[in-house]
């Protein structure tokens, strides 16, 4: 049977999704490109951060909200992002199972630099966490005392914008070892680099995860232009090491995965 479009498509699905997906990562690091790609799919019902049935401020809804609209959802796949919520993954995993997450990285001097223009206080960000990590604040959440103890060992007064954001980059994104998710099978760790540069091969590895049906329009779109691995300026050497240091953990990751 034949339909003219995805809500129509949608219409004659199952009456509840048969999984739930998470996309995580940190702000700026290809969130927004991957949901687009997944959205192009007739088997998903995807609620972007800006969408307020799903989110308030960009910050996701009590879980019995989301509860209901997963409930209400005729998709097969029901796709929700999670940046504000990475330290909850396990959590929602469990609670909504079946439920997988895909985590999306980008290199942190790309990252830094695209949200140096997009955003800004990253100094009082860190300034506010590193004197009291239970601020109320949720780039704070989930952060263990060896984390904290970094950004106390790091931080001073004249720290800069974009060591700043480079610090919030390492201690967002190491919240994926933390909580062991490079061992979780419900877990898939993406390249941002290798998703723009082999936009094919590493969607379909994606779709392949999710168990959704791929076809190549899903990639139309997908440039590798926003790859540059520069330096940027600005960034203190202690915290471009440790940044350097994670960025190996999940190079790691990747190629663990690569093997056959």
Sequence with gaps: MLVAS?????????????QVVFVAGMQRSGTNMLMDRLERSYLTDVYHERD???????????????????????????????????EQLSELMTEFAPAKTVWIVRDY?????????SFGNFTKQVARIAADRHVDDWRAR????ATHALVRQLWHPEMSEASAAALLWYFRNVLF??????????????????????PEQECASIFGFLG????KEITRGVFASSIRHKPVSGIEPAVAQLCEGLAQQFDSCHARDARP
């Design 177 to 198: 070892f933390e909580q062991a998710f490079d061992r979780d099978p419900r877990v898939r760790l993406v390249s941002y680099e290798r998703l723009v540069q082999e």
């Design 6 to 18: 995805k809500s129509a498509y949608q219409w004659v699905r199952r009456s509840s999704p048969a």
């Design 109 to 117: 001097r790309d990252a830094v630099r695209s949200a140096l223009i």
């Design 52 to 86: 307020p049935r799903a989110f308030d401020n960009y910050r996701m809804r009590d879980r019995a909200v989301i509860r209901q609209l997963v409930e209400r959802s005729r998709a097969s796949t029901f796709v929700i992002k999670a940046l504000c919520e990475l």
């Design 212 to 215: 959704v049906s791929y076809s």
């Design 142 to 145: 989930g952060m263990s005392d």
